[in-house]
């Protein structure tokens, strides 16, 4: 198994037809969570890339375990739980961009411990992926969050700080779980909400712990700092379709660069590669090539 990722997944629901969540009467239902986005991408990218959290024994979980396996995912370690459900939330494509509405409080994915961490990290991931959003979902998933990034092996963690989810703490338990990983991705400005940071150097002045540290300026560049130095790639230039989902689009190139021994300037490159394609879709996963075609195209 080269990554294992954990955290929620729910069911999201979308307006067909770039339709309004208020007004319209016709919708979709995908599987969205950050980590499982992860391990879609590294799945298409060529990695055998599983995935592990707790779904309901609903139809909803149904759902979201089929999709992922069509999209190779390896969903065998996924818990499914009688007693809680699926979580579900519902976009709304408004004029200023995406809003998000969570129904998620005492879902399956909420419950989950360091038992069922100590069980998934057991299956010897050569790195294990995991984001802040799940520190932000119940007391006990914010310990099984620690666990995880406290895990002997190779982590990399996605600060994703979600707002919504948080009552005040967020800063100084996303900035704990960040200095325990080995990899950190984070935007600059979700930084400056956090803690105040401006500039790429400053957040490293904070995150100064793990080995590699990634700062994306969403269209502008992303600094990246490493055991062999500095380096900065510029964004790529694409139109917008739906932000959501670019972020772990980003994490999933960069990873798969770092799983193929590729060198910095190629990693951040695969990383803004996957993120456009993802931004130029309606889906918060887009189809991407193998991992060897893009670093052919890209030169
Ligand atoms: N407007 C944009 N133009 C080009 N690339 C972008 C743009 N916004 C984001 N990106 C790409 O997506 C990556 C992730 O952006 P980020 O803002 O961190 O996403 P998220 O908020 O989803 O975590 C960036 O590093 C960059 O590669
Ligand atoms: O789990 C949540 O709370 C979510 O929001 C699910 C979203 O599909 C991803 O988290 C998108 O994440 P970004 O790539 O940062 O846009």
């Known amino acids: ?8 997944t729910m069911v999201m629901v979308t307006p067909e037809a770039g339709g309004r969540l208020g007004t319209d009467g016709r919708f979709l239902l995908r599987p969205g969570g950050a980590e499982s986005n992860v391990a879609a991408l590294l799945a298409r990218l060529g990695h055998h890339a599983a995935w592990a959290s707790a779904l309901g024994t609903d139809p ?48 399956a994915a909420s419950a989950i411990t360091t038992t069922d961490v100590g069980e998934w990290t057991a299956h010897a991931p050569r790195l294990v992926h995991v984001s802040g959003i799940t520190a ?25 700080h979600r707002a919504q989810l948080w009552s ?29 940071t401006a500039t790429a150097e400053d957040v490293r002045g904070l995150i100064d712990r793990p080995q590699y540290l990634i700062v994306k300026d969403a269209a502008i560049e992303a600094v990246a700092f490493t055991p062999t130095g500095v380096h900065r790639e510029p964004s790529t230039k694409v139109t917008v379709v739906d932000a959501v989902g670019a972020g772990d689009a980003f994490a999933a190139g960069w990873l ?14 695969l990383g803004h590669y996957a993120a456009a394609r993802v931004l130029e879709s309606p889906s918060d996963f887009a189809e991407l ?11």
């Open 1 to 8: 198994m080269d990554v294992l990722t954990v955290g929620e």
């Open 60 to 107: 909803l979980g149904d759902l979201i375990v089929r999709d992922l396996e069509r999209h190779g995912v390896d969903v065998s370690l996924v818990r499914r739980d009688e007693r809680r459900p699926t979580a579900v939330y519902f976009k709304d494509p408004t004029p200023d961009g995406t809003r998000v509405y969570y129904y998620r409080a005492g879902s």
């Open 136 to 160: 932000a979902l119940s007391a006990q998933a914010r310990e099984a969050a620690r666990a995880l990034v406290r895990r002997p092996g190779l982590v990399s963690f996605d600060v994703n």
């Open 168 to 196: 005040g703490d967020a800063p100084e338990v996303l900035l704990e779980l960040a200095q325990d990983a080995d990899i950190v991705f984070v935007g600059r400005d979700e930084a400056e909400t956090l803690w105040g």
């Open 256 to 269: 798969s660069g770092f799983l193929d021994g590729r060198d910095e300037p190629a990693r951040l490159r």
């Open 289 to 299: 090539p193998p991992a060897a075609e893009i670093v052919a195209e890209l030169g």
